[in-house]
Each structure stands twice: as structure tokens, then as C-alpha cells.
């Protein structure tokens, strides 16, 4: 026969089972929710570095694509991100040191300093956690990189 006392032990487990659930459970999702936002941030950092890489080629100087193509290979990486917008925005500097603002949609020339820079507004989806942030947060990568000597340099 069981005693009173190993009842009310099961029923406190119970309640402290019900208690701890939804703490549990709203950790769960804020380690999930983290998780996708530093995937998302790791890809952007990634298609940046992508861009930046392909833009220092000098591949399609001489076509007159060259700033397409590099879009193209930028966007190749974010293709997987849903429902945010992205931003590729690409500079130039007439020398390696890329001091002030740059000259923006130009990937440069020989020798000149590049950077491409991607902005993908990010939109929280789980519940508790999401509704607990901002509506939309905006994840930043870029990379510079010194354009290769494809013809002589100035």
C-alpha cells in the first residue's frame, strides 16, 4: 500500500514539471531563433566574402559585366534566405588604404581596393522569442579586397 506522503511527492513533480515547461520551452526557442540568426549573419559574411573575392578577378572588365557578375555570385550565396530583404552594395577606392567614403557601384581598377557590402533585413519566427524582438533586424558582412593587376596598374 503506498503512503500519502510518495502522493503528494508525484503530484509536486508534476507541478514543478508545469512550472518549468514553459521556461524550457522558451529557452529551446531562443537557442533555435539564435541559431538561424547566426546562420543567416554567417551567410550574408560569406556572400560578401564571395563578392569580394570574384570582384578582385577583374572577370568581365572587358564584357562590360562585371558589376552584374558580381551581384550574380553574391546573390548565389543568399539564395536560401526568405522573407528579407537584401542589400549588395559594392565601393571602390582609388588606392589600397580606402579612406573616405569610395566610390559606390564601382568595383574599382587594377590594383584599387574593392568592397562589397550585403544588408539582409532578418525577421524573427518563433514564437515568444520572436514576438520579444524587433520586427526586422538588419545583419551587416562585407569584405575589401585589393584588385588583382589585370593589366597594368595606374
Known amino acids: 500500500m503506498k503512503s500519502p506522503t510518495n502522493k503528494r511527492r508525484r503530484g509536486l513533480a508534476s507541478m514543478e514539471f508545469a512550472l518549468l515547461l514553459p521556461l524550457l520551452l522558451v529557452f529551446v526557442m531562443a537557442i533555435i531563433e539564435g541559431g538561424v540568426m547566426l546562420y543567416s549573419w554567417l551567410t550574408i559574411q560569406k556572400a560578401a566574402q564571395s563578392g569580394a573575392r570574384f570582384a578582385a578577378t577583374g572577370q568581365g572588365e572587358d564584357e562590360g559585366t562585371r558589376v552584374p557578375q558580381i551581384l550574380q555570385v553574391t546573390e548565389d550565396w543568399m539564395t536560401h534566405l526568405d522573407k528579407g530583404g537584401k542589400t549588395i552594395v559594392i565601393k571602390s577606392w582609388p588606392d ?59
Not at 579612406?99 to 568592397?115: D, F, I, K, L, Y
Request: glycine share 12%; proline share 12%; with cysteine.
Open 96 to 154: 589600397a588604404i580606402a579612406s573616405g567614403e569610395g566610390t559606390e557601384g564601382n568595383p574599382g581598377g587594377p590594383c584599387q581596393m574593392v568592397e562589397v557590402a550585403v544588408t539582409y533585413a532578418y525577421h524573427p519566427f518563433t514564437p515568444v522569442v520572436g514576438d520579444a524582438l524587433p520586427e526586422i533586424i538588419n545583419l551587416h558582412g562585407f569584405d575589401r579586397k585589393l584588385n588583382e593587376p589585370w593589366r597594368p596598374c595606374d
